[in-house]
């Protein structure tokens, strides 16, 4: 065995650099973080290539000594803290004196300060070894530059997501920092796009549509208390909701957290007014006495722990729940409110909307969802690729032919849902149950990721601006190629914000919206961002969107003409989210459910 030893501090700094430095955003938190606790009214952040390359932070807060630079590269060290008392009533946000010291192992390193005007020192260090302190001017307070990060470890390295994920999760690390000190002025600069600029405000809430988008810039101010037990916030109103929780926005003595305490307390104060699958956006800021709230549970101080967790609990749900019921005023809830009436999902009315460019789509038919069937069979067929779907319908209620499968015999559907067919199957006639949604998706699924046919572009006079919030649009930046080879023309409009300028004709009457946040909603909840996955994810979401719902009768002609095509699929017994679609029962087994066979 091995003798004990004590490691070398670069290698002690390196391994506790794991615990707080785990990505670019990471190291943007501690600096920023160090920033305010210095005082700082102005802070200037700065990155490249999703930080990797650069990240600097300047401020203008207190500034430090010469000495004082090689003290903030020892470990521990610290001007937050004096007694272990000092942890029961934090009211900073670093306080452990590991953060520089770890980012300064794992990169090329500058730290250039001054306590007034003029004088100044620089510190360069690269990987943990001080290399010079030179006189340096600059005015009052800190400039922090990070270079080159993992460079010379190549494992941690490799560990970084793409740049454009790196981005976009610095995006939302400085919203949050800039959400939760409204009195700062800040300026954020990238490679990418022109900076914003954020003066200090008095209200948190004009800062909401800069840093999450002009959508959350809807979101309704509350007071709930008074300090030191204050909770004040900002919430979604009843027409406003998403498809995941990713809109949630908690703090604490301005930190920003995860606490899975408050989540729940906010899930049971959105309850009744928000229907099941339905979230609505938050942004909440809790402030109690520094003794009430551990921050020291976690190495980033990402998590932490209430001292009375129950009355937490109470004061959040309640708080909440208020400022909903004031929204909701006289309305019913919505788990209230009587079912929405069925309509036509494809409700493709000349009258709504014309569509000049393919008249042929519009025509010959009513609505519903004869019309829609027969208009999307008829769209495909117009723009074949390279592997055109050949497959012609069966003119008659039998197809025999070799590449058509087994025979069928349509018999009829059950609920307008589920089609019924006779089949003669290997081991003699089957009785088939199809479900007509999970099929159609699955048709439409192949032609558009298969790519067996392109349906045409359908351009949006006027186009619309769909507002996602910087980090969101970072997010989905880097596929925009493959919206518009799926049909979905986009590109960025400002700083948060998509142009949509045409979607898939038969999507033209949806809302781009509420498509392009579903599948920012499916990224985020699968924790998949690489091209293949959203090409995927994409042409399921089209595919479900544009299939035939339950409750829609389907004429015998369509009905049969959906399950032949059904058969040409590679993948014809699931829909692209794995549902199955067929039920199959043999004419063995039915004989044998009525004691026919033993």
């Known amino acids: 065995m091995a003798k004990i030893r004590i490691l070398p501090d670069q290698v002690a700094n390196q391994i506790a650099a794991g615990e707080v430095v785990e990505r670019p955003s990471s190291v943007l938190k501690e600096l920023a973080e160090n920033a305010l606790d210095a005082g700082a009214h102005r802070i200037e952040v700065t990155w490249e290539e999703g930080g990797k390359r650069l990240l600097e932070v300047a401020d203008d807060g207190s500034g430090m000594a010469r000495d004082e630079l090689y003290l903030a590269l020892e470990r521990h060290a610290t001007s937050k803290v004096r007694t272990a008392e000092d942890l029961g009533h934090l009211g900073t946000f670093g306080f452990r004196g590991e953060a520089l010291p770890s980012i300064a192992s794992v990169s090329r390193f500058e730290l250039t300060s001054a306590e007034a005007e003029g004088p100044g020192h620089r510190l360069r260090c690269e990987f943990g070894i001080i290399k010079e302190v030179a006189p340096a001017g600059r005015s009052r307070g800190t400039t922090v530059t990070v270079r080159d990060l993992f460079a010379q470890l190549p494992a941690r390295r490799r560990f970084l997501k793409s740049t454009d994920t790196e981005h976009a999760q610095l995006w939302g690390a400085v919203a949050r920092l800039a959400l939760s000190s409204p009195g700062v002025h800040w300026t954020i600069r990238s490679d990418r796009g022109t900076p914003l600029v ?332 690489d091209l293949d996955a959203f090409r995927r994810d994409l042409n399921a979401e089209l595919a479900c969107r544009a299939a035939i719902k339950k409750h829609h009768a389907l004429p015998p002609e369509l009905a049969l003409r959906l399950i032949q095509d059904l058969l040409a699929c590679e993948v014809p017994n699931t829909c692209p989210h794995g549902r199955p679609i067929i039920k199959k029962l043999t004419l063995e087994d039915l004989e044998r459910s009525f004691g026919r066979r033993l």
């Open 198 to 529: 954020l003066p200090p405000v008095d209200d948190p809430g004009q800062r909401l549509a800069p840093l999450l988008g002009e959508k959350l810039g809807r979101l309704v101010p509350f007071v709930n208390g008074e300090s030191p037990w204050r909770l004040r916030g900002f919430v979604s109103p009843p027409d406003l909701s998403f498809r995941d929780r990713n809109h949630l926005y908690l703090f604490v003595n301005g930190r920003a957290v995860r606490d899975r305490l408050l989540l729940a307390a906010l899930s049971e104060a959105w309850s009744g007014t928000f229907a099941k699958g339905s979230y609505p956006a938050a942004v909440l800021f809790l402030e109690l006495p520094p003794e009430a709230v551990d921050v020291n549970v976690h190495p980033t101080k990402a998590e932490v722990r209430f001292r009375e967790p129950q009355r937490v609990f109470a004061w959040v749900r309640g708080g909440a729940e208020e400022a909903w019921a004031k929204l909701r005023g006289g309305l019913a809830s919505v788990l209230e409110l009587p079912p929405k009436p069925l309509e036509a999902e494809f409700d493709l009315d000349p009258s709504r909307r014309m569509a000049p460019q393919h008249p042929q789509l519009w025509s010959n038919h009513s609505g519903g969802a004869l019309g829609a069937y027969q208009v999307l069979a008829d769209a495909f067929q117009t723009r074949p690729l390279d592997a055109p779907y050949t497959y012609e319908p069966a003119p008659s209620g039998v197809s025999e032919g070799p590449d058509l499968g087994p025979g069928i015999r349509y018999l009829g559907a059950f609920q307008r849902t589920y089609l019924l067919a006779e089949v003669d199957g290997e081991r003699g006639p089957e009785l088939w149950l199809v479900d007509q949604h999970v099929a159609h998706e699955r048709v439409l699924f192949e032609r558009l990721f298969l790519r067996r046919h392109a349906p045409a572009i359908q351009p949006l006079l006027p186009p619309r601006v769909v507002q996602l919030g910087p980090e969101a649009l970072a997010r989905l930046t880097p596929f925009l190629a493959e919206l518009e080879a799926a049909g979905v023309e986009a590109e960025p409009f400002g700083a948060d914000a998509l142009v949509v300028r045409g979607l898939p004709d038969f999507l033209v009457d949806r809302d781009p919206q509420a498509l392009l946040e579903d599948l920012l909603a499916r990224l985020e909840r699968e924790g998949r961002v």
